[in-house]
């Protein structure tokens, strides 16, 4: 079932010739103020949440066909760092994202996908609670100076979605 919900999730499977979204992530450059809300176990209805503020500043590399994304936000648990790597794949038409905290040093397992219809959204699998769940990222409501993204956990296939993530950015002037 995974590999059908990776394949159905890839915007731009089978097409004869994928299109150019090398500049799907144009839109993140620069530093935002970023509102973060975590649900501490998405799978018991979303009730007990995090919520931190700090900043994420993002810059392009290798020609703009990836991006290094940087956060550092502060909550009532404390200081938290993390950073992506997302990686533009020409031959496949599809952005990867890489994500590593800073505090556990980890690297977690690439999402991969694209955007369509100014909505990005990258599949993979994340390890929840000692079980392998799928994973979703989304980003949406994009705009000059905000966007919102979204990080959901499936542990049945991709029927159902519960929220582990939520960050609201705003861009800093």
């Known amino acids: 079932m995974i590999a059908g919900v990776l394949a159905c999730s890839s915007l731009n499977a089978g ?6 979204g090398s ?42 066909r990836a991006w290094l994304e940087e956060i550092e936000a502060d909550g009532p648990s404390g200081h938290w760092e993390g950073a992506s790597l997302f990686v533009y794949n020409s031959k496949a038409g599809q952005w990867s994202q ?6 556990s040093g980890e690297i977690e397992a690439p999402t991969i996908g694209g955007f369509k219809d100014g909505r990005g959204e990258l599949f993979g699998t994340t390890v929840y609670k000692g079980r392998t769940v799928l994973v979703r990222g989304v ?26 993530f939520k960050a609201y950015l705003t861009r800093l002037k």
């Open 15 to 20: 097409a004869a010739s994928p299109r150019d």
């Open 23 to 64: 500049h799907d992530f144009d839109f993140v450059r620069g530093a935002w103020h970023t509102h973060v809300t975590q649900v501490l176990d998405p799978f018991d209805g979303g009730t007990h949440t995090v919520t931190m503020d700090g900043t994420k500043t993002v810059r392009p590399i290798w020609g703009a």
């Open 98 to 103: 890489t994500y590593i905290d800073s505090a």
């Open 139 to 164: 980003w949406s409501d994009i705009r000059t100076d905000s966007d919102r993204y979204e990080i959901s956990y499936s542990r049945d296939g991709g029927l159902t979605w519960a929220t582990a």
